[in-house]
């Protein structure tokens, strides 16, 4: 069987890893669901943005063995989570509108100089009816790709970017199906997206974002960008591009 790292070098993704035990997974459910509960659904569609800081067991989750070990097979054994966000997309008839992720690739928001892996995953069963996670296999080789601003409405994409269909081969699509506890990774120059949720159920999933710790921010003065809740999860970080704001409870586990 081939590594992590020769299908993610080869691919730019990886389907329907195992992480989380029925446990595990219930219990992130009920913590995601108490969330949801005291914001509300609209705001639980794309506000929940590295809340890590903030709740123990949302650390727990972007720090857990079976996600770091892939992660670690990529980038090395220097991890840094870099980013972490909840992304809900809820059946067009409780949102008023469908909801969808454009074509895009994650580099043109993130200005790092260095690989960047994201973890998709799965609280909710994540399907082709719910608007589960579209790649373009093998299209992180190609650099950046034009983006403009999306003519749709309805993009949860904050920037509100998308590719020009010009540029996308829809013959290429892969769907990308997960159950509850199962994540897939991808690499940020992947091409990807989501269709609108046509079922009757929410799909939910955790978004999180690591790199090794010697990538570092690109300085851009038109668009400058911070990373205020980057933390060490592995190993040790010897160029101090980014803090790290673990909390005390964390350092004691490590």
């Known amino acids: 069987m081939p590594s992590y790292r020769t299908v993610y070098d080869s691919d730019g993704f990886i389907p329907s890893v195992d992480v989380l035990d029925d446990i595990q997974c219930r219990r992130l ?14 705001a639980s569609q794309y506000s929940f943005h590295n809340i890590h800081l903030a709740h ?23 991890v840094m989570l870099l980013d972490s966000r909840f992304i809900c997309k809820y059946p067009e008839s409780d949102s008023g509108v469908q909801a969808f992720v454009a074509w895009h690739q994650d580099m043109k928001y993130w200005g790092i100089e260095g690989t ?16 589960c996670l579209q790649v373009i296999p093998g299209t992180h080789k190609n650099g950046l790709v034009q983006h403009e601003t999306c003519k749709v409405g309805g993009n949860l994409l904050s920037s509100n970017q998308s590719i020009p269909l010009e540029f996308v081969d829809l013959t290429s699509v892969r769907t990308c199906p997960l ?5 897939s990774l991808h690499d940020g120059l992947l091409i990807h997206g989501s269709e609108p949720n046509t079922s009757s159920k929410r799909r939910c999933g955790f978004v999180i974002r690591y790199v090794a ?6 300085q851009d003065p038109d668009r400058p960008r911070t990373f205020p809740c980057t933390v060490l999860l592995s190993g040790k970080d010897e160029y101090g591009n980014f803090e790290d704001n673990k909390s005390e409870w964390f350092r004691h586990l490590n």
């Open 179 to 183: 159950k509850a506890g199962q994540m």
């Open 213 to 218: 710790t010697d990538a570092k921010p690109i």
């Open 29 to 42: 459910k009920e913590n995601f669901d108490s969330l949801e509960k005291d914001a509300g659904k609209q």
């Open 116 to 131: 960047v892996v994201t973890a998709w995953l799965a609280v909710d069963d994540s399907d082709v009816k719910n608007g």
């Open 56 to 78: 123990q067991w949302v650390l727990q989750i972007a720090s857990h063995p079976n996600i770091l070990k892939p992660v670690k097979d990529i980038l090395g054994s220097n």
